[in-house]
C-alpha cells in the first residue's frame, strides 16, 4: 500500500518536473543606442544615455567653451539634484557627459576640486601639492572657468486609467567669473503608462 502511495504521488510530481526543468530565463541583449521603451513608469540607462548626448550636442553647437579664458577650458562638476522617484545614479550621467566634453579637447574636467572640499580623486589632489612643494611654489589649485550643474524632474498626470508621466534632464553651465549661466538647456522624456502597468 505504502509502496502504491509512494508510486503514485512520483507519477504525479514527474509533470512537474519536466517542466519546471525546462523553464528558461530568456536574455536578450540591448542596444545602448536603440530607442527602445522596456517600463513605461521609468527611464531605462538608454533613455538617459540618448537625453544626455542631446544636452552635450546642444551645448558643444552653442560654442559658449569657444570663449573661455584658457584653453582648453577646465570644467567642475557641481551638484545634480534627483527630484525624481526613481533611484538615479547620477554620477554615471555626468560622468558620460564628461567624457564626451573631455573628448573635444574644448574641456578638461577637476577630479581635485569638488563640493565642500570633497574631490573625485583625493590622490591626485595630494600629489599635486606635493609637486608644487618639492618645487617650491605656493600650493595653488587652478580652478574651473565652469561650473555645470543640474536637475532631474518628475512630472505625472492621470487620466483615467493612463497615467502621462514626464521626465525633464535639466543641465546649466555657469562662468565662475561672473557668476552667470552662460548656458542652459534640458531634455524630457515622456511616456503614458496604463494604470495595471503601474501595479495600482
Known amino acids: 500500500m505504502k509502496l502504491t502511495s509512494s508510486l503514485l504521488v512520483l507519477s504525479a510530481l514527474a509533470p512537474l518536473g519536466l517542466m519546471l526543468g525546462g523553464c528558461e530565463t530568456k536574455v536578450t541583449q540591448v542596444d545602448p543606442s536603440a530607442n527602445q521603451v522596456i517600463n513605461a513608469s521609468q527611464i531605462s540607462p538608454q533613455e538617459w544615455a540618448q537625453a544626455a548626448d542631446k ?11 569657444d570663449h573661455a579664458p584658457e584653453k582648453p577650458a577646465i570644467l567642475g562638476i557641481s551638484r545634480i539634484v534627483n527630484n525624481t522617484q526613481q533611484q538615479v545614479d547620477t554620477d554615471e550621467l555626468t560622468k558620460k557627459i564628461r567624457v564626451a566634453l573631455n573628448q573635444t579637447g574644448k574641456v578638461v574636467t577637476t577630479t581635485t576640486v569638488g ?23 605656493k600650493q595653488v589649485t587652478r580652478m574651473p572657468d565652469y561650473t555645470l550643474s543640474g536637475k532631474l524632474l518628475e512630472d505625472r498626470i492621470r487620466q483615467g486609467d493612463n497615467t502621462q508621466i514626464t521626465y525633464t534632464f535639466q543641465l546649466s553651465l555657469t562662468d565662475v567669473r561672473t557668476g552667470l549661466a552662460v548656458w542652459e ?9 496604463r494604470r495595471d502597468t503601474l501595479g495600482w
Do not use: H, R
Request: charge should be negative; aromatic fraction near 4%.
Open 55 to 65: 544636452l552635450i550636442n546642444s551645448l558643444l553647437t552653442s560654442n559658449v567653451l
Open 115 to 137: 563640493l565642500g572640499g570633497k574631490v573625485e580623486d583625493p590622490l591626485a589632489k595630494q600629489a599635486a601639492e606635493y609637486n608644487q612643494f618639492m618645487a617650491g611654489q
Open 185 to 193: 538647456s534640458e531634455q524630457q522624456i515622456s511616456k503614458v503608462a
